[in-house]
């Protein structure tokens, strides 16, 4: 089975431009989580999708959003872009059920400049 | 709000050493706790899962342990080997919180 895949790995953008990430989930998963991992803050969660519907959402200002497709594909997108935002966003899937495993990407570097 | 903690931040042994990492927690009333490995660079590696009703779960050299009433999980690691080294972390998941993580360094 192919793991979880994350497009593109490596992004640079400048500040006030927005940007779209890509996760594609273990097949038959349905559920999707994304997470942003930087230095200073570690690993944070920003939002879960379950059945083309947000089920958890972190902490994050609402530059920060996502969708999911009904092929359980997700895409995050963050607006406005500040330096801060520069990260290693991650995104996990699994099947859904509470309790269970994630199994995470490889994530996409994200470099603002 | 949760808050996880994982002691040490860095910790370097020889090869072969067993070896315990710690996991704390502040809330227990958590679904479960997961042990993640990170390679510089990459994405978790799921290791274990522990369920709130479980106390422990063992997968070859690996152990992780569940006090939800002391609020602590640990991991032990057996025959500790280079290929070993990574940054752990550790997850509560009600929300999915994780701690900093501790480096590990297996030094041939």
């Known amino acids: 089975k192919a793991g979880v895949t994350q497009t593109p790995r490596y992004l640079i953008k400048t500040r006030g431009q927005q940007v779209t990430l890509s996760c594609s989930p273990i097949?038959?998963?349905?559920?999707v989580s994304w997470y942003q991992q930087t230095p200073g803050q570690g690993l944070q969660f920003l939002f879960e999708?379950?059945?083309?519907?947000?089920?958890n959402k972190g902490n994050f200002p609402g530059r920060f959003s996502g969708r999911q497709f009904s092929n359980s594909r997700s895409e995050m997108n963050v607006s406005t872009l500040e330096l801060g935002d520069s990260a290693l966003y991650l995104c996990?899937?699994?099947?859904?059920?509470?309790?269970?495993?994630?199994?995470f990407g490889p994530g996409t570097r994200l470099l603002v400049l | 709000k949760q808050e996880v903690t994982q002691i040490p931040a860095a910790l370097s042994v020889p090869e072969g050493e067993n070896l315990v990492l710690n996991c704390s927690f502040t809330?227990?009333?958590?679904?479960?706790l997961q042990w993640f490995r990170q390679d510089p660079g990459k994405g978790l590696t799921s290791l274990l899962l522990?369920?709130?009703?479980?106390r422990e779960q063992t997968s070859g050299r690996l152990n992780a342990s569940l006090d939800k009433s002391s609020g602590r999980s640990t991991l032990y690691i057996a025959a500790s080997q280079p290929g070993d080294s990574a940054t752990y972390l550790c997850?509560?998941?009600?929300?999915?919180?994780f701690g900093a993580g501790t480096r590990l360094t297996v030094k041939p």
């Open positions: 996990a899937s699994s099947l859904g059920q509470d309790g269970e495993t994630q199994y």
């Open positions: 097949s038959g998963h349905r559920s």
């Open positions: 999708y379950f059945s083309e519907t947000q089920r």
């Open positions: 809330d227990s009333a958590i679904y479960n």
């Open positions: 522990i369920q709130s009703s479980q």
């Open positions: 997850a509560v998941q009600d929300d999915m919180r």
